[in-house]
Every structure is written in structure tokens, then in C-alpha cells.
């Protein structure tokens, strides 16, 4: 049973490139959340997808934006890249939250570094 | 103020020693709490869930005061393995939406 799947597993990209960055949920699962951890930090909510929408989002601009498939496979797209976007992009999945099942699995991450 | 705190360390321990660590958020509407274990480069993994009763798995201890808005984990008898990033974690609306603290490095010396 595969897990939480993400690629590329590292990539570098220079300021004002765009990137797209993949998930795949682990099986049976059907909501993807996204996280960006800096070094020595926690990692911090991008946001959350569930039925193909974006249900919340957390404290990032516009820059940053995603999509769910009907797969429940996601996508976190990431424009104008500045130098602090630099951090390990975190996709986690779950359960359908209402159901109070909120166990996040998380992929391994794809580890952007912005030149 | 960050929504959820924790003392960063290291905390540096012997084998077998007992370590403590705390954790504290802002919230009150939180109602999910969780302990996370991070390996250097890898991605955070559920340790325990933490509840009001505290709850014990094996050698891991987790307590939740919510009057005063703090969580604890110990773990007793450490072992080089348990050498990793602690992470504290909140739920504000259970809805999966996670609040993590910065982490505490715990190093584990023989």
C-alpha cells in the first residue's frame, strides 16, 4: 500500500520562475494538505484540498495556488519565486475531515531551492 | 506571538535519562493535539495523539492542560534512536488544518 507520493524530490529554480510541484494521496485517502517548512521551522499551512476545491488556506499570497484532481491527486503551483520561497514543500493526506478522522500522512516532500 | 511554542533546545541526554518537553498554545479553540517526530531531512511522522486524560505509549507520556493551554511529552528511558525533531502540534478547528510548533532537537549521546 503506497503512501503519501510527491515529485520532484528536489529541484532548484531561479527568482521568478514558476514551479509546480505533484502529490499523490495514499490510497483510500481523499483530502491533500500542503505545507511549507523552512530550516528550523515547523512546517506552515499552504493550504487544503477536498471534492476538487480549495476548503482552507493559511497566511500565503496569491503566488500560491493549487488544484485537486479527481483522482484526489494535487498540484501546489508556486509564481514569481522569490528567494524565501527556498523551503521543503510538505503534501500530507487524510480522510475526509468531517468524519473526525483528521490523521495526516505526509509524502517525503520536495525540497525547493530559489537562486 | 506564535500560535504554538516550543523551546527549540537541543536538548542534549545521556542513554536512559528522562527527558521532558513542553509546549504551549495560544488558541483556546483548539481542540486536537498531537505529538509529530521529524528526522533530519525527513518528513514528520505522527508519534501520539495527546487528550485531556494523558496517554501513554510504551515509553512516551503525553499531557494536556487545556486551562493552562500547554502539552508535555516525556519519554522515559531514551534511546539513541529517539534522536530526532520533536513537533508540537495544534488543530484549531479539526478540521486538518495544523498548527506546528518550531520543534525541539532532542539528541540522545551513549
Known amino acids: 500500500d503506497a503512501g503519501v507520493t510527491q515529485s520532484p524530490t528536489h529541484l532548484i529554480k531561479t527568482r521568478g520562475q514558476q514551479v509546480t510541484l505533484r502529490c499523490s494521496p495514499k490510497?483510500?485517502?481523499?483530502?491533500v494538505s500542503w505545507y511549507q517548512q523552512a530550516l528550523g521551522q515547523g512546517p506552515q499551512f499552504i493550504f487544503q484540498y477536498y471534492e476538487e476545491e480549495e476548503r482552507q488556506r493559511g497566511n500565503f499570497p496569491d503566488r500560491f495556488s493549487g488544484h485537486q484532481f479527481p483522482n484526489y491527486s494535487s498540484e501546489l503551483n508556486v509564481n514569481a519565486l522569490l528567494l524565501g520561497d527556498s523551503a521543503l514543500y510538505l503534501c500530507?493526506?487524510?480522510?475526509?475531515?468531517?468524519?473526525?478522522?483528521?490523521?495526516?500522512?505526509f509524502g517525503a516532500g520536495s525540497r525547493l531551492t530559489v537562486l | 506571538r506564535k500560535e504554538v511554542e516550543q523551546d527549540p533546545g537541543p536538548f542534549n541526554v545521556p542513554e536512559g535519562a528522562t527527558v521532558a518537553f513542553n509546549c504551549t498554545y495560544s488558541?483556546?479553540?483548539?481542540?486536537?493535539f498531537f505529538w509529530y517526530r521529524q528526522d533530519c531531512r525527513k518528513e514528520p511522522k505522527l508519534l501520539m495523539s495527546?487528550?485531556?486524560s494523558g496517554n501513554e505509549d510504551g515509553r512516551f507520556t503525553a499531557q494536556l492542560n487545556r486551562a493552562s493551554q500547554y502539552i508535555s511529552l516525556l519519554i522515559r528511558d531514551s534511546k539513541l534512536s529517539d534522536s530526532a525533531t520533536y513537533l508540537c502540534?495544534?488543530?484549531?478547528?479539526?478540521?486538518?488544518?495544523?498548527?506546528f510548533g518550531q520543534g525541539t532537537t532532542l539528541q540522545v549521546k551513549p
Open positions: 488558541n483556546s479553540a483548539s481542540q486536537s
Open positions: 502540534v495544534a488543530d484549531s478547528s479539526n478540521t486538518g488544518k495544523l498548527i
Open positions: 490510497s483510500g485517502h481523499d483530502t
Open positions: 500530507a493526506s487524510s480522510l475526509e475531515i468531517s468524519s473526525g478522522a483528521n490523521v495526516l500522512t
Open positions: 495527546v487528550y485531556s
